[in-house]
């Protein structure tokens, strides 16, 4: 297929997504850091509608101090960026500012809260995700000198 500007592409009808649809990352790891593997799932949103398949751009939007209820933050980016860049965009929702969080069912005690809200698990779930993303799309992940080197643009925050 080819896209808006006339670009031949590698996505399919059947690779469109709805970026307003949740959609969930059930291999996140409650913590990144410590050798317990117990994981959980993590809302996050995707829209691939423009991309024009790996080699091109992902924007990780990195969304606010709330819940992700509705759907992609910055419509600019999913809108304007992804189809100039032919891009996908990814954007997922906070280990803390969502209702899906790593401990579920029961109020996490300050010790955890101490463990795991940290700007730095919050980081290495969007590692994470991305390193799952960039499979999803067949992006290589580190070699940058590959044609299908995805590179990752974070917007937001």
């Known amino acids: 297929s080819k896209s808006g500007n006339g670009v031949a592409t590698n996505v399919d009808v059947e690779d469109f ?3 307003n649809q949740e959609l969930f990352y059930d291999d996140q790891l409650v913590n990144h850091f410590d050798d317990n593997k117990s994981t959980w799932s993590n ?10 398949g790996p080699g091109h751009p992902i924007f990780l939007v990195v969304g606010g101090e709330g819940a992700l209820d509705h759907g992609m933050l910055y ?5 304007h960026l992804a189809p100039r860049f032919g891009a996908s ?3 997922i929702e906070h280990r803390f500012y969502g209702p899906y969080q790593p401990i579920m069912g029961r109020e996490a005690t300050v010790a955890e809260l101490v463990e795991l809200l940290t700007p730095q698990q919050a980081m290495a779930d969007m590692i994470q995700l ?9 992006c290589s992940h580190y070699d940058r000198s590959s044609p299908n080197y995805c590179p990752v643009i974070t917007v937001g925050g």
């Open 17 to 19: 997504h709805d970026e």
């Open 43 to 52: 809302r996050y949103y995707k829209s691939t509608n423009y991309f024009e």
């Open 75 to 79: 419509p600019f980016v999913t809108q």
């Open 89 to 91: 965009v990814i954007q």
């Open 130 to 138: 991305t390193k799952h993303f960039k499979e999803e799309l067949n």
